[in-house]
């Protein structure tokens, strides 16, 4: 049956009935998870940042790895709901909402690291342009104060983008619900009623915001490439870190996207509003942006033998041959090699082989992480400095409950609020 | 004795009909004095003929505030003690660029909010009446007015527009 005006709400707003059992169980697996992870890091302010297995040569461990990794996440939701839509790409509708959505929860998720890897927490307004007791600014010439800045900028920026773009649904909910719901719908609505006056408006505001939104996504992910690239360090000096990085981000938000939207099709039966053929635009885009890392990867291989630099040449012979030779290849195998399976038009249009996929580049994204962070500082410079590094249990704690967070915010969101746009649905079917 | 006015809500499951319906409203006397949609349908604008918006004039100056207040903060701040950092100039030209262009976008998308916020005139929380719920459904409405004598004749031409019609002010008839 083809899809109609009345027929998409009546999707989209079923998935906003009271939920059953099994949700509950799921969100209180997920909290559990979450608080796990804030008693890891309850452990660690009360103990000292020591607890954790950062450490000479290796300064930035997990957290760092963590943060760079969901920032990356986010970059994808920014892509599908902005960039997209500036190019018109009509396959974007239907994801466009829970993508936006992963955007601002993997910030979120993203922005507790710097925190946590402060270890003395309660001295993050250094990092504010606010003079302390010593009467000290922060250096904005330091990449670390670009990042603080891009950051909150790109959080601020997708929630208002989030929150924009949802009001036309919101009222749709409001319309259509009684009691309680109905007045909390009412107030966050704001109002809107369709009036084409307001319309006009918006649909002027929220092509700016998509304008903005744009540069912005990949400002954001050069200014973290940045973090590395303005260290002299083997492995990061490099000017290929900028692209690279912003590549790699929306390689593995992609992936997240149909880790994401593979199941919540599935349970909220969206199967004739996520269709087949946009699971398979997605993956054509993975192919692409697979490629890109590919390429950064050979790059980087081929720029340290080139330069005839010993150091840059031993660094990158013991990531792919060292300690660390393992992650190497996971992390080229999962995002580079697995992704090219997605040109076999059986493979990308199989619900089960998509799933699969996107978790290997979820998994080899992650370790692209490891091998950038410590595979640089672990092997710099002078041999009797070398050192390695393993995450400890509060770590593993942590990051366990920073993915519990990310996903318990996801579970949340999609029974109490449209994850789908509805509204962008019924103008795609024009 | 002032002519009794009546008001007359017709409502369009179709798009193109009720553009169709607001051009032969504008070809009339009689007034348009509301158009709903569940869409932010480019025909309709059209043939409302609405003015283009002025947001991004907010947008626009939220941007060029930014970029001066980035940039200048980590100016001022950096002329605080006129430490020279890693050879660069005190007040470094690039680096603080990337500064000024986050907060750019920060005061830009700030601007864009305000113009949102002021040219929509949202938050609104009075009852919009008469109203109906599938404007935000599936259904295009337009509220016209007319002297009561005419009423005939606009609800005629609705319906011809392919609507269906309601009286809502000064006669509870469903036509």
Request: hydrophobic share 50%.
């Amino acid at each position: 049956m083809e899809l109609t005006y009345e027929k998409i709400d009546n999707t989209v707003l079923a998935t906003l009935k009271p939920p059953e059992k099994g949700y509950w169980v799921l969100v209180s697996l997920l909290l559990a998870g979450v608080l796990m992870g804030a008693s890891c890091w309850l452990y660690q302010i009360l103990t000292g940042i020591g607890v954790a297995g950062q450490n000479n040569p290796v300064a930035w461990g997990t957290y760092l790895i963590n943060f760079v990794f969901w920032v990356g996440i986010a970059h994808s939701g920014t892509l599908i709901s902005a960039i997209l839509h500036l190019f018109r790409a009509g396959w974007r509708n239907p994801i466009a909402r829970a993508a936006e959505t992963m955007t601002v929860f993997a910030v979120c998720t993203a922005g507790l690291y710097p925190f946590i890897h402060l270890g003395r927490v309660w001295m993050v307004y250094y990092m504010l342009p606010v003079p302390n007791q010593r009467l000290l600014w922060p250096n904005f010439q330091s990449p670390l104060m670009f990042d603080v800045v891009a950051i909150s900028t790109y959080l601020t920026v997708s929630s208002l983008f989030w929150y924009t773009g949802m009001l036309p649904d919101l009222a749709i909910i409001r319309d259509r619900t009684t009691g309680i719901r109905h007045k909390i719908f009412k107030i966050i609505s704001l109002g809107w009623t369709g009036r084409f006056e307001h319309w006009r408006h918006y649909t002027r505001g929220y092509l700016f915001f998509a304008a903005l939104a744009t540069p912005l996504v990949i400002s954001v992910h050069s200014v973290v490439s940045w973090d590395f690239a303005l260290g002299v360090v083997p492995g990061w000096h490099t000017t290929i870190f900028a692209p690279y990085f912003v590549a790699g981000a929306i390689h593995s938000g992609l992936a997240m996207v149909l880790t994401l939207m593979i199941p919540l099709r599935a349970i909220f039966h969206y199967e004739e509003i996520i269709t087949i053929k946009v699971l398979e635009s997605v993956a054509k885009t993975i192919i692409f942006t697979g490629l890109i890392v590919g390429f950064a990867y050979g790059t980087e291989v081929f720029i340290a033998w080139y330069s005839h630099n010993a150091v840059e040449i031993e660094t990158f012979r013991w990531r792919a041959f060292g300690d660390y030779s393992l992650e190497y290849w996971i992390m080229v195998v999962c995002n580079t090699v697995i992704p090219l399976l997605l040109l076999f038009k059986r493979i990308r249009t199989h619900i089960k082989w998509l799933f699969a996929i996107s978790i290997f580049v979820n998994i080899g994204m992650w370790y692209e992480r490891f091998v950038i962070i410590v595979g640089s500082v672990g092997h710099d410079f002078i041999p009797h400095a070398w050192g390695l590094y393993t995450p400890t249990i509060v770590e593993f704690g942590i990051m366990i409950g920073s993915f519990c967070l990310f996903f318990f915010l996801f579970v949340l969101f999609v029974k109490h609020l449209p994850s789908v746009s509805m509204t962008e649905m019924k103008e795609s079917l024009h | 004795m002032a002519v009794k006015k009546i008001s007359v809500l017709g409502m369009f499951a179709d798009e193109n009909a009720a553009a169709s319906a607001v051009k032969g409203l504008k070809n009339t006397d009689w007034s348009i004095d509301r158009v709903h949609g569940p869409i932010p349908s480019h025909k309709i604008l059209d043939a409302l003929g609405m003015k283009k918006s002025r947001v991004g004039w907010f947008t626009l100056g939220g941007g060029i505030t930014g970029f001066f207040t980035g940039f200048l903060l980590a100016a001022f701040t950096a002329t605080r003690w006129s430490l020279i950092v890693g050879g660069k100039p005190v007040v470094a030209l690039v680096p603080f660029f990337i500064v000024g262009f986050e907060f750019t976008i920060l005061f830009a998308v700030f601007g864009n909010i305000i113009g949102l916020i002021t040219q929509m005139k949202l938050p609104d929380y009075t009852e919009v009446s008469p109203y109906n719920i599938r404007f935000t459904g599936d259904r295009f409405g337009i509220l016209t007015h007319c002297d009561a004598g005419r009423k005939a004749e606009l609800i005629n031409l609705l319906r011809a527009k392919g609507a269906e019609v309601e009286v809502v002010e000064g006669n509870d008839d469903k036509c």
